[in-house]
Structure formats: C-alpha cells, structure tokens
C-alpha cells in the first residue's frame, strides 16, 4: 500500500496544484532582539531597527517535493538549523571545522554549516536525494558566500565504513563516490549532524551502527542531532507511545551514567538533551511545538 502523502507548514506555502520539485526561499535574522518576558521583537517596516535587521539577515532557496510521507518533517531540521546559526552566532566552535551531515535531504543545515566550517560533507542514500542536494548546493552557491568546501557524497547505513574508494575518472554513475582523501577528511571530522532520521527501529539500528563506526575511528566527534517524537496507537501497549523514540533512547546512556559502565560489553553511547528554549529562533516558518528535540551524542567506545 501506497503511503499518505501530507502537507507540513512549509509545504501549505507552495501554489495549489503544483507537482514536482519546489524551490521555497527560507530567511534568517541573525540580529534578533528580545523583551523582558523573552519574546522576539518583530520590527516593522520602514523603521531604523527593520533596516538595521534586514542587515543582518540571509535567505537561503531549497529545493523541495510539495508532500511528505511524514508529517511535520521539518521541525527538527528547522531546529537544527536554528541551533547551528546560533552556535555559530555566539561561539568559535565550529569555525574551520569539518562537518559531516548524515541522512542530509535537501542539505539545509549543512549548507547552513558551510558559512563557518572548513569542509562539508553533505550525505545521504539514492540518487534522487542526492541530485537534489546538489542542486540545493548550486542554487545558494553565490548567496551564501560559502567559505567551505561541500562535498554531496553517498552514504548507505546499510553499507559498511569505510566505503570502496573510486580511482581514477569515475564515470557519471560514480559521482557521489567517495576518493580516500575524502574518506580520511570525513574520518577527521569533529563535527557530526543529523536531523528527524528516525523513522523505524531498523533504520535507527542501522544509523547507530553507522555511527559506531564513524565516531571509532580518526578524531574525537561529538553529534547533534534533532529529531521530533512521534505517537502511534500500539495494540502491545493499548495506548499512544512513541516506541521509535523509546527504541533511539535505548541506545543512549545519561552523562552521570558514565562510572557505571565499565561493566557495560556494547558501544556506549553517551546523551544530553538540549534546553531548546536558549535557541532563538531565527527562522519563522515554523511552530517548534512540544515534541521536537536536540540531544548531543559522543562515543565512548566498547567496554569489555
């Protein structure tokens, strides 16, 4: 059976009956201003503080389908979004460094990303998704004013790590292959990303095994990832649960947990959550809600 396609707040904004790729402009204010009880100062038009704003601000164009076969697919990569433009905004870490975007889709916050880091790593699985990536590249190459280099390669999770590196001209069918200089730059990345990758329990084995193998070799790395908690019916439970969610959180121990390891013969993974309400919100073309998240995630290892 075919899955039900629907419609998130970003996609409402598109013209009535189109088909086919759409290109959305999406656009940050990175000079936000606050009152006293916390919320956003919107200035109005044709005053000093829009014009001192409009300074400030950048749009990116993204190339998109006008549906999605999961609802509110892009809170968490809106967040995300919000999260990188601020750390980048009020800290150094992440200048020059280098960034890998795991499950990218169109490649938003790794374009994002791309304003601040060294090199970029823009990776996903399928042609289709890919190629769309690329263009999404393309379409902000000149309004960005990258400063990294970004690289749109293929990355199964069903595969293995490190991937068959091409030699030699590839033919066009290789264009998201990997060189082994590239595979040693991902390796030494410090910087990972991800954003609403978690779909079911078989992928989020996958991703984690991924994850394992990336985050176990070359330079320490941490993750960010967002990702929106979702409730389904289940007839085990007789209730509404967020079982995807429970299935990510298994394989995540707390920062306090960590003395009590040792003795633990898996990967550890290591969890914070964020506090999201220190994010301002840099784009307005979505409601946040209640159930989108940021969790930071480091490896620690095998113990035996």
Not at 10 to 39: E, M, R, W
Not at 47 to 54: K, R
Not at 216 to 235: D, Q
């Amino acid at each position: 059976m075919e899955s039900e396609e629907v419609m998130s707040e970003v996609h409402l904004g598109c013209p009535a009956g189109f088909s086919g790729p759409y290109i959305s402009l999406f656009s940050f204010s990175t000079n936000l201003q606050f009152d006293q009880d916390g919320d956003l100062l919107l200035p109005r038009r044709r005053t000093a503080m829009f014009e001192a704003n409009a300074q400030h601000s950048f749009s990116v164009r993204i190339q998109h389908n006008i549906t999605s076969s999961i609802p509110n697919v892009w809170r968490a990569e809106l967040l995300l979004s919000d999260f990188i433009l601020h750390k980048a905004s009020s800290s150094s870490q992440l200048h020059q460094v280098i960034a890998l975007e795991l499950g990218a889709g169109t490649g938003l916050v790794g374009l994002l990303l791309a304003r601040v880091a060294n090199a970029v790593f823009l990776t996903d699985h399928g042609t289709e998704i890919l190629d769309n990536c690329a263009k999404n590249v393309q379409l902000n190459f000149g309004l960005l004013n990258y400063q990294a280099k970004i690289y749109v390669r293929e990355l199964d999770w069903f595969g293995c790590w490190p991937p068959k590196a091409k030699t030699g001209e590839a033919p066009s069918t290789q264009k998201y292959s990997w060189t082994s200089r590239e595979i040693e730059d991902a390796e030494n990345a410090s910087l990972l990303v991800a954003a609403d990758v978690i779909y079911s329990d078989e992928l989020t084995d996958a991703f984690f095994s991924t994850l394992e193998r990336l985050m176990s070799r070359g330079s320490t790395k941490v993750l960010y990832m967002a990702l929106e908690k979702r409730y389904n019916f289940s007839l085990s439970d007789l209730d509404v649960v967020a079982n995807g969610y429970s299935h990510f959180r298994s394989y995540l121990r707390d920062e306090d947990e960590i003395e009590s390891l040792e003795s633990v013969s898996m990967p550890n993974f290591v969890g914070k959550q964020m506090d999201i309400s220190q994010i301002p919100q840099y784009v307005g073309e979505y409601d946040r809600g209640r159930d989108v998240e940021i969790w930071q995630i480091k490896y620690l290892g095998s113990k035996s």
